[in-house]
């Protein structure tokens, strides 16, 4: 069975800080990867993903991909309010006939940044 | 451009009545989810299309849960009969393309309970 962990928090950072969200999964087969922002009562939206070893920096996010380790994490620098949300943690496999378009997602961590 | 479009936005039925939830993605979009979200389970995929074909629905609850995909413009869960513990967040999602695992995005979810 495929899993996706995350601490569920809350993770309480202030702001202007650096906020480091993990996430680790079972599936060595895993391919992509992706950071979903969803704010109280809204839905998922996609903030990053990334496909390969290392580091992606998109403004202030960077995601961190390790496969041999099987952890993504995610850093937002110069955290603020606005960032509070919870943030999803997803991974796909493709298997066999599946193009590759399902992800698992990981429960999700809510972060909160103080003023 | 519009997004995916989810109705109705909230719905509040009794115990054994038909609840159908529909859902339009997004135009030129090949493949359509429907989500599950509650506190205690997440966010899980019940099933998704492929150019209106059914691929998995392997996480459809039970068969008191069905699903369709008329045509690509359209798709509807619905649930006959309704029980509380199907009280949730449903979400659509579409996303353009095959192979690789691509941007899903959400529609704004129709949050049903049932009484």
């Known amino acids: 069975q495929k899993e996706v962990e995350q601490n569920s928090g809350p993770l309480s950072v202030p702001e202007g800080a650096i906020a480091s969200l993990n996430c680790t999964y079972s599936?060595?087969?895993?391919?992509?990867f992706f950071w979903y922002r969803q704010y109280s009562g809204k839905s998922p939206e996609l903030i990053m993903s990334?496909?390969?070893?290392g580091d992606k920096e998109d403004g202030r996010f960077t995601a961190q991909l390790n496969k041999a380790s099987q952890y993504v994490s995610l850093l937002i620098r110069d955290s603020q309010p606005s960032d509070s949300a919870t943030y999803l943690c997803?991974?796909?496999?493709?298997?066999?006939?599946?193009?590759?378009?399902?992800?698992?997602f990981g429960g999700g961590t809510r972060l909160m940044v103080k003023p | 451009d519009a997004g995916v479009i989810q109705s109705p936005r909230h719905e509040v039925t009794e115990m054994g009545q038909e609840v159908t939830l529909r859902c339009k993605p997004i135009?030129?979009?090949?493949?359509l989810f429907w989500y599950r979200q509650t506190m205690m389970r997440g966010l899980e995929l019940l099933i998704y299309f492929n150019n209106n074909v059914p691929i998995d629905d392997s996480g459809m609850p039970e068969d008191r849960f069905s699903a369709k995909m008329p045509n690509a413009s359209f798709s509807t869960l619905k649930i006959q009969p309704s029980e509380p513990r199907d009280s949730a967040v449903y979400f659509c999602a579409s996303s353009p393309a095959g192979g690789l695992a691509d941007t899903q995005y959400f529609g704004p979810g129709t949050r049903l309970t049932v009484l």
């Open positions: 997803a991974v796909n496999v493709p298997e066999g006939n599946n193009a590759g378009n399902m992800l698992t």
């Open positions: 990334i496909y390969s070893n």
């Open positions: 599936d060595r087969g895993s391919q992509s």
């Open positions: 135009s030129g979009h090949d493949y």
